[in-house]
């Protein structure tokens, strides 16, 4: 099971594009990189996933380069409200491994 | 759009009295499965289950069980709490695959004393 890295926290303003990376360097060829964001006392919410180059919908962009190693997550003009903790998970089947996600704090 | 319900929503027990927290879903999803959420340690699965009589473990087991009788309810049971499974658990379907979007339960906050 692939494990991922990403920084603990990351402060930003509101407005601002919000870039947050992840590095999975054990990525299988089946996985999928997926994104969750989660608030205060709530289940995590899904916003995004991947699989190569670039995902976009109506919440976030994913950017994942060719050797699949690493993925971004991009937050665009981000408010107060996109202040929770986001993980990323490498998902294959049945088990989901979140860590301990970055803590995203968007100051006004 | 999916419902994961689960109660209680809060519980204050003592150790050794014997607790059921209930997960029901409404969306048919034949994977359900457990996390429990600590400070500092993220979420950690405990359980999980592919169909109806179907359960493994997963990555922290001990002191819990499940039982998946039927596909909507996948209950969680400590047979005899420890204040060490003090913390915020939930209960989530879906996520049988590398696409299968997960979705998580509002959450239980249990206290052992």
């Known amino acids: 099971l692939a494990k991922t890295t990403q920084p603990i926290s990351m402060d930003s303003y509101e407005g601002q594009e919000v870039n947050i990376t992840c590095s999975h360097n054990?990525?299988?060829?089946?996985?999928?990189i997926t994104w969750y964001q989660q608030f205060p006392s709530q289940g995590p919410r899904f916003i995004i996933q991947?699989?190569?180059t670039k995902v976009t919908n109506e919440v976030a962009s994913l950017f994942i380069p060719a050797d699949r190693k690493s993925s971004t997550l991009s937050l665009p003009r981000v408010s107060l409200s996109d202040t929770a903790v986001y993980y990323c998970?490498?998902?294959?089947?049945?088990?989901?491994?979140f860590g301990t996600g970055t803590r995203l704090k968007v100051l006004a | 759009e999916a419902q994961v319900t689960q109660n209680p929503r809060y519980l204050i027990t003592v150790t050794g009295k014997k607790l059921t927290v209930t997960c029901s879903q409404n969306?048919?999803?034949?994977?359900m499965s457990w996390y429990r959420q600590d400070p500092g340690l993220g979420l950690r699965q405990i359980y999980y289950?592919?169909?109806?009589?179907?359960?493994d473990k997963g990555d922290v087991p001990e002191g819990y069980k499940v039982s998946r009788k039927e596909k909507r309810n996948f209950p969680l049971i400590l047979e005899s709490p420890s204040p060490n499974q003090t913390s915020l658990y939930f209960c989530?379907?879906?996520?049988?695959?590398?696409?299968?979007?997960?979705?998580f339960g509002p959450g239980t906050r249990l206290t052992v004393l």
């Open positions: 998970l490498v998902i294959g089947t049945y088990k989901y491994i």
């Open positions: 054990n990525i299988a060829t089946n996985d999928y």
């Open positions: 991947g699989y190569k």
């Open positions: 969306m048919n999803h034949e994977y």
């Open positions: 289950s592919m169909n109806v009589e179907v359960t």
């Open positions: 989530a379907i879906g996520g049988a695959g590398s696409t299968d979007t997960q979705y």
